[in-house]
């Protein structure tokens, strides 16, 4: 009998969505007065790489930070942005808690739905509005640039998740994140698709990197099951090389997860074979 193979991601989803959880819960619980002994504590703030990017402009002309920013932020978004340009966005496919969220959310909606997941939106109609994150980002940068304040942490929906216990929660955030939630039981990821702004940041190196998902013509079926596995609904059966913006690099394409041909979608170095 086979083995069943690991699966490193959801370990990794996992264990940083909790990492997460037990940081701001804990925050949650000191702001209240709550002794949390030695249980790291820290603003969901201090944990966004997303923060790092939006500061930059103020850091860049008065040498401090947007207000909420923590330098935390800058860290994160340092070795973030390296892993993507390396790798892709595999922050959103591996490590972001709010990502990892929805697609187990989805996982509810996949039970019900069974290949209609994910499928309800045409595909050209599907593609374009997953320009709509790079709005909100364009938004998001210059209204914080602006006003030196984390505008977007009273719209956001990650910070709502982890915070909505809290004073520090906001009805609009709340909102969203309701809207989310309901939306997950459609679609697969459709924060991450349709609004993520820090996606569509990272999603901008996928042109770009030096490690990306290749598909050997010579080996393919044609079954389409990598393209029925992408969250993002990526026609990955139809490219040699995904250079797609939306990419994840969660790597459910791959024959290693989806495809039933041995090394013949994988995450490579180089130029595929056609």
Not at 100 to 125: D, T, V
Request: charged letters at 15%; hydrophobic letters at 45%; a positive charge.
């Amino acid at each position: 009998m086979a083995s069943k193979r690991i699966n490193y991601r959801l370990i990794s989803q996992i264990v940083f969505f909790a990492l997460i959880a037990v940081i701001t819960v804990s925050h949650g619980l000191a702001e209240r007065g709550v002794d949390v002994g030695n249980v790291p504590s820290s603003s969901i703030h201090s944990v966004c790489p997303f923060g790092g990017v939006v500061s930059i402009y103020r850091f860049v002309t008065a040498g401090n930070y947007v207000q909420k920013i923590h330098q935390s932020s800058f860290v994160l978004m340092t070795l973030v942005f390296i892993s993507a340009v390396a790798f892709g966005p595999v922050f959103c496919g591996w490590v972001c808690p709010f990502g990892s969220f929805q697609e187990w959310l989805g996982s509810i909606g996949k039970r019900i739905f069974k290949r209609r997941y994910n499928r309800f939106i045409p595909p050209n109609l599907d593609k374009l509005l997953g320009f709509m994150r790079y709005v909100v980002l364009i938004w998001v940068v210059y209204v914080t640039a602006v006003s030196a304040k984390l505008v977007f942490a009273e719209y956001d929906p990650y910070n709502a998740l982890f915070t909505f216990w809290t004073s520090e929660a906001q009805v609009a955030g709340i909102v969203i994140l309701v809207l989310v939630i309901a939306a997950s039981m459609f679609v697969e990821r459709p924060w991450c698709k349709y609004a993520c702004p820090y996606g569509a940041l990272l999603g901008l190196t996928n042109l770009i990197r030096p490690v990306s998902i290749k598909r050997n013509a010579d080996t393919c079926i044609s079954c389409g099951k990598c393209d029925r596995a992408c969250p993002m609904n990526i026609n990955v059966s139809g490219t040699g090389n995904v250079r797609d913006i939306r990419c994840i690099s969660c790597l459910e394409c791959t024959s290693e997860s989806a495809c039933p041909v041995k090394d013949t979608v994988n995450m490579a170095l180089g130029t595929p074979r056609r």
